[in-house]
């Protein structure tokens, strides 16, 4: 299994930026993917996560500003990041595990990991 991420940069505050994952040799029939950022000095974040069956969570601090989605014919996932601020400033990884629900499920416990894309914001 191979989650290559891309899109990362760096942007203006208020600025957006959107994130890529390309998975590849994933073939569970139920997964939750999603996004999860770390920043220094701090513990790794979950951001977004979302599941085959359509459910989609997001963490408070980004609600409103960022939209997770799912090419399923690229086998891509997205982060589309709008109104950056500068605590938004992190490294920011893909994440894929196989689980019946995203639910109670925390992100960063999830199997299989990209490389990470870093997002700078000034």
């Known amino acids: 299994v191979q989650l290559v991420e891309s899109g990362g940069g760096s942007v203006q505050a208020g600025g957006s930026l959107r994130l890529s994952c390309a998975l590849s040799?994933?073939?569970?029939?139920?997964?939750?993917v999603g996004w999860l950022r770390k920043a220094p000095g701090k513990e790794h974040e979950g951001v977004a996560k979302t599941h085959n069956d359509g459910s989609t969570w997001y963490a408070e601090s980004v609600k409103g500003r960022i939209t997770i989605s799912k090419d399923n014919a690229k086998n891509t996932l997205y982060l589309e990041m709008n109104s950056l601020k500068p605590e938004d400033a992190a490294m920011y990884y893909c994440?894929?595990?196989?689980?019946?629900?995203?639910?109670?499920?925390?992100?960063?416990?999830?199997?299989?990991w990209g490389q990470g894309t870093q997002v700078t914001v000034s």
């Open positions: 994440a894929a595990d196989e689980r019946p629900s995203c639910m109670l499920f925390a992100i960063a416990q999830a199997k299989y």
């Open positions: 040799g994933y073939t569970a029939s139920t997964y939750c």
